[in-house]
């Protein structure tokens, strides 16, 4: 008996010993992503004064969903709390307490289109694989509106991350965890087409959608979400999509129900962000759909 329970003890500590190695290991492997450094220099763009500039800026911070993670003022807010996933800082982006007060207009277009910090470390969960495609008119008018905003004292701490989002990590492809790890920073980006109803401007403003849609836009299981997050639709031909009519489409964008009555799910699908878009550019977003 006494064998059995020496033996019994034994395996207990060797389980215990083999779980805390297989945390220490997924935990340092991670760390060295987060920890890495990232040498970016961002092509200089004109920053424009005015009040039409400024509001350009505020509808693209609107349209590409800035405020719905910074917060309506963009002071910051709390974007996850999970034991699973960790607590995520979206940081405040005013120049208030615990915000941004020392960026310099270099650091902010590292972070939009390059998802580095000034630190130089990659920034965590921030969709800058979809800002970097934005053109140097938007970008520039965005960093002017948010260099105009009052300061907003917001002081939230660092992020962290929980063991099992790591673990998580490892294992699951294009998860949006460390932003910059998803960018070539040496291509080129192609030149941003003009506001204007067509395929090529549709095409321009759905890069919102691919976080969640994927870059194809066939939807499906979300890279990083809980498991009980529903799938995103499928917004080509094959999807639910094909049986509507552009004016059903733009209603339900700006009404949040659908053609047969169902509710979007704000938490899921934010479609009260994308209802702040302009008639124009509803109807080039469904011209490019259109083509999927």
Known sequence: MHRLIRWTLAAGAGVVLFAAAGAAAVYLLTQSHRERIYDIRPDPVAIPDGAEALARGEHVATIRGCRECHGADLGGRVFIDDPMVGRIIAPNLTRGAGGIRDFAVADLLRAIRHGVGPDGRSLLFMPSFEFWYLGDEDVGALIAWIRSLPPVDNDLGESSLALPIRAIYLFTEEMDLFAAELIDHTARRPPAPAPEVSVAYGRYLAWSCVGCHGRTL??????????????????????????????QFVATIRSGTTPDGRALNSAYMPWHVFANMTDAELAALWRYLRTL
């Open 218 to 247: 066939e939807g499906g299981p979300i890279p990083g979400r809980p498991p009980d997050w529903p799938p995103a639709s499928d917004l080509t031909s094959k999807g639910p999509l094909a049986a509507w009519s552009e004016e």
